[in-house]
């Protein structure tokens, strides 16, 4: 060890029926053995081995076939068509959770009721029953019109035209996703300290300031993970919209499916790597969004992949180091 | 501190402040119970009182933080939150009550900084998001402000990255900002560590030879003495007795009064 020399007397009792604990003290402490924990270690290892194993060699998965439909163009459409619905529904979504949860938290009762009778209904209701509602809604309304209940209308337009089938999927998607997203929002919101709000009511900053500088930058870092949950239950969510005849990636391999029956298995597969990879990306996402909001939140921010990385070699570097000058 | 005071730094006139014959209760508790009190401009004003007495809620009631249900708060004359409509008072909307606070500075005990802006952007946000100032010329205010609390060398910090005592030398160059006519202390020193009270008495002391009008809720009776004009003591909800420190603190005339600074002191 390279502790500097005369420490360890320095720090040692120096009587004589003290002597033992000198060279008790010189030496650092020794690591306690687990051996359990490396034979588990061991059987994990060996289950993921076979797992992997199993993945490569079994010809039921047909990886040659799955090659193949990797980057088809039908697929790849259907991908695209996908990642629109996911975008429009997360923003959509996402606004209208921000007016709900505002509205939740107003002083208006008939607001609060409004809301929480929405939210209410809409969580209760399963996704695909919405759609499928929406899907028969123009069958239902024949034309939309602006006015006023019982009274004139201003204008209105035919639905059967307005309502193509992404519209339907977006909306239906939007509307369910609002409903989450509102209680996502009332909870950010809730957690930022009533101290923030009397201080910036105290500083007389208008009320549109306080919130948007102020009261929801603070709720994001409360909101950004709950809400990354959301999004990603959302990707998977639209696969249902398959149900309103909207080709989307589960839609066009389900669709590729059914005309070549021996492809199921690898068609699925190609679904799942591609779920697999927008999920990844989101998650990638929110960990620099994250850290972009927890600025003043911690004392120092958490470090990025790559720093981690490059602070673990260095840390290797000064042990390997170290253990050779022993 | 050099040549220029903080208080002339900012720009200051300072306010008169009166109460008005303020009652205030929740339910059926009365926390304020017909409070009356002239504050000459210039002049500090420390509010003893024990825990419970009201003395926190008076404070907010100047800024309107707390709406009083009878009475009300007047500024160089002109009502806050209120305005008068023939025999009545009526509330004010939610927009001109906050022009009317930010003529009037507030300090909390808990620091209420924006942890999620730098030590900078806390102090000029005000001045920019009223539309008082540009950005430059805010930041150029709050880079000076901030210079003249000792801590010119933090602008970039986030809040959470400074000492109690530091925090609130910051929370106070923000209420500074906005050159109040007025600042309210609402116990400024009860939250920090003993050895870090002294250096934030140091910048209201500061203040308080600059002129500005002060109020403060603190414990601190020593340092009461050391600055007030005038002492203020309040039991449940209505002054009892008020005076220059030499009266109340030194020969109090009622047994309350004498009864508080016999545990205090």
Known sequence: MSEPPGATATLAPTSAADEPSKTLTAQRVLPLRRPGRWIATAVVLVLVAQFVHGLVTNPFYQWDRWGYWFLRPTILDGLVITLEVTAYSAVLG?????????ARLSRSPVLRAVSWTYIWALRSVPLIVVLIFLYNFSALYKTLSVGIPFGPSFFSFDESRLATDMVVAVVGLSLNEAAYAAEVVRGGILSVDQ???EAAAALGLPKSYQFRKIVFPQALRSIIPNYVNQLIGLIKGTSLVFYVSLLDLFGSAQTMGSTYPGDIVPLLLVVTVWYLILTSVVSVIQFYVERHYARGATRSLPPTP???????????RARIRREAAV | MTAKTLGALADVEAATVEVHDVHKWYGTHRV??????TVRPGEVTVILGPSGSGKSTLLRVINHLEKPEI???????????????GERLKELSERAILTQRGRI????????????????????????ATGRLGR???????RELLGRVGLADKTAAYPRQLSGGQQQRVAIARALALRPGVILFDEPTSALDPELVGEVLAVIKDLATSGTTLVIV?????????IADRVVFIDGGRIVEQGPPSEVLDNPRHERTRDFLSKVL
């Open chain 1, 94 to 102: 996402l606004l209208g959770g921000i007016l709900l949860a505002l």
């Open chain 1, 195 to 197: 101290g923030q709000h």
């Open chain 1, 306 to 316: 790559l720093q981690k990385l490059r602070t673990g070699l260095t840390d290797l």
């Open chain 2, 32 to 37: 304020l119970d017909g409070v009356d009190l």
């Open chain 2, 71 to 85: 009475g009300y708060v007047s500024i160089n004359g002109e009502p806050i939150g209120v305005k008068r409509q």
């Open chain 2, 105 to 128: 500075g507030f300090v909390f005990q808990n620091f209420n900084l924006f942890p999620h802006l730098t030590v900078l952007d806390n102090v000029a946000a005000a001045p920019v």
């Open chain 2, 136 to 142: 430059t010329e805010a930041q150029e205010l709050a």
């Open chain 2, 218 to 226: 603190t414990h601190e009776i020593g340092f009461a003495r050391e």
